[in-house]
């Protein structure tokens, strides 16, 4: 810990290296040979980065001390050897954007995800209720009412709270959409949170209502926090369930990072598990983009990043509009299916200057959530301004899902050193209604564009957005590949938009070493080169050659995190 204060992540990785150097020399001058290693994998691919492929890898402790034959001479009678014959071992995933906090809450509660009636939505919140203690909140989240047969909607397209009235009379129900930016209520919860006929929408948000004007029980974007905040917070007991579930859901799937939403709470139950040794997965933490924030890691001196190799902060993260599926992505053009609306902008451009400016005088790493073109070129621009002022370089500043572009900001992410953190899941599950949504010129022209983004020489990283997206990398590798339906695996046949598929490599390379970067750590981890931390997960195939019907078979076998097995299937 000490000499990590001293050197910065490269010098460290050197300093250890040339350690490594001295032992191995050392003992070849006294006629020994080297030390062993803990662990060996051979006999198989081992994807070592981008353009470079062996044969095996070896662990000493918690990092690669070598790869291909030099790794096999490291095989001793103590050694675990694991054959890869058939498999393929790859650096750890690193998931550049989810939220595990919420992910793994969502783990215990109602899961709406595929349901495609009312009917279903039903039957799924009466099991809720079934596991409930009286008078408690079921809350719940994953529907889309693009999934409900249109016959079952009401006002605006939305479904109503009668549903919820029937399925729950006794609870609050509180459910939020796929995206989590539209929120749908029940009668009770509305009463409890003070919503009727005479609430005002607040700022930023909707309440969507009937012929009437009574509430349906849809809460657009900030209107949600009217319900949101009736609603107890979890206990610590619950989070500390919900964060385990989502950790051992990470090691099963091949996540050794995790770049996700924090609080207070999920920190302390973080630094309670590192302490218990329970911490399996490296996680980079990011806190809500405020002044407090800012005025609070200056107040601790910290800067960006903080922490070590487990856990880590300094990512400071603002949202500058909604999303495409609930028409709050903010455009610079009215949208293609309701021209009455460029979606809603959250922030207003000299505040978000102001934010960003803050938390880039304060050393902070900003991350904006942004969808619409119009969003994006929001946050493009006050990044630029704060580079003028600050006169910051390498801040690595990034904008989160960057899904919709206008063609001339594309150029903007490499000059301005920007960070495009994307999710291919989200490309394969919007494309059934992108189109609808932008118009088929503002979609070739820059949605989901990752391709471009590469071609323009931007250092693209790779997530989930777990829960909204499974947080399963091999969905998302497909999705980076195909272009495809995960649902109906080859359809559209060559992929939406196709010009913008990765070979598989390149789509790897994102989740690895491109989410190494964007939280500044490509000299500890994404490669799997010695001197690097060991983290690393072996598949069941080699999904370098499989056929792309195949990659959403892929398992892991094994996941490594610094040189330590936290999953093995043959263990399962
Ligand atoms: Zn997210």
């Known amino acids: 810990m000490v000499l990590g204060c001293l050197l910065d992540g490269e010098s460290l990785v050197r300093w250890l290296a040339l350690c490594a150097l001295a032992a191995l020399s050392c003992a070849l001058e006294r006629g020994r040979p080297p030390p062993t290693a803990d662990l060996v994998l051979h006999n198989g691919k081992v994807f070592v980065a981008a353009g470079s492929v062996s044969t095996a890898v070896a662990i000493r402790g918690e990092r690669v001390v070598a790869i291909g034959e030099q790794a096999e001479r490291l095989i001793g009678p103590s050694t675990r050897v694991v054959d890869l014959r058939d498999k393929l071992a790859t650096p750890g995933i690193n998931d550049a954007h989810c939220h595990l906090g919420s992910g793994g809450l969502s783990m215990l509660d109602v899961d709406l995800r595929g349901a495609s009636s009312l009917a279903e939505v039903e039957s799924r919140v009466r099991a809720g209720v079934a596991h409930a203690s009286s008078g408690e909140w079921i809350t719940g989240r994953g529907w889309d009412q693009t999934r409900l ?156 990043p903080s922490g070590d190799a487990w856990l880590r902060l300094g990512l400071v993260k603002a949202y500058a509009d909604g999303t495409l599926g609930s028409r709050t992505a903010y455009m610079l053009e009215p949208y293609a299916d309701d021209p009455s609306t460029r979606g809603i902008q959250r922030i207003r451009q000299e505040e978000m200057d102001a934010l960003v400016l803050a938390a880039d005088r304060a050393g902070l790493q900003v991350a904006v959530h942004a969808i619409g073109d119009a969003a994006n070129r929001e946050a493009l621009d006050a990044i630029e301004r704060s580079r003028l002022a600050a006169a910051r370089r390498g801040a690595r500043h990034r904008i989160e899902h960057a899904q919709v572009l206008d063609a001339a900001d594309i150029p903007r992410f490499a000059r301005l050193g920007v960070i495009p953190s994307m999710q291919p899941t989200h490309a394969t599950s919007d494309m059934r209604w992108a189109e609808q949504r932008i118009g088929r010129k503002r979609a070739e022209e820059g949605a989901y564009a990752w391709r471009k983004l590469l071609d323009a020489r931007a250092s693209v990283a790779f997530g989930s957005d777990f829960p909204v997206e499974p947080l399963d990398p091999v969905e998302g590798l497909y999705s980076a590949v195909t272009r495809q339906s995960r649902e109906r695996p080859g359809t559209p046949p060559g992929g939406w938009l196709p010009s913008e598929r990765l070979s598989m490599e390149e789509a790897l390379a994102l989740f690895t070493a491109g989410s190494a970067y964007a939280e500044f750590q490509e000299t500890e981890k994404g490669t799997l080169e010695p001197g690097k931390l060991a983290d690393l997960v072996v598949w069941d195939r080699d999904l370098l050659t499989v056929p792309p019907d195949q990659i959403l078979r892929a398992k892991p076998v094994l996941t490594v995190v610094g040189g330590r097995p936290v999953y093995e299937a043959s263990r399962n």
């Open 149 to 304: 047969p249109a016959s079952e909607l009401g006002p605006g397209g939305w479904p109503t709270k009668s549903v919820l009235d029937r399925a729950a009379p006794g609870h609050p129900v509180f459910l939020r959409r796929v995206d989590g930016h539209t929120g749908w209520a029940n009668s009770r919860a509305l009463q409890l949170a003070g919503i009727d006929a005479r609430t005002a929408d607040p700022d930023g948000g909707q309440i969507v209502r009937d012929a009437r004007g009574e509430p349906t029980g849809i809460l657009k974007e900030k209107a949600q926090l009217l319900v949101a905040s009736a609603v107890p917070p979890p206990s610590p007991q619950k989070l500390r369930r919900g964060l385990l579930a989502a950790l051992d859901l990470a090691s099963r799937t091949g996540v050794t990072s995790a770049q996700t939403e924090v609080d207070a709470a999920q920190l302390a139950i973080y630094r309670a598990l590192r302490e218990e040794g329970r911490l399996t997965v490296r996680i980079y933490g990011w806190l809500p983009l405020t002044l407090q924030t800012v005025r609070e890691f200056e107040g601790r001196r910290e800067r960006a």
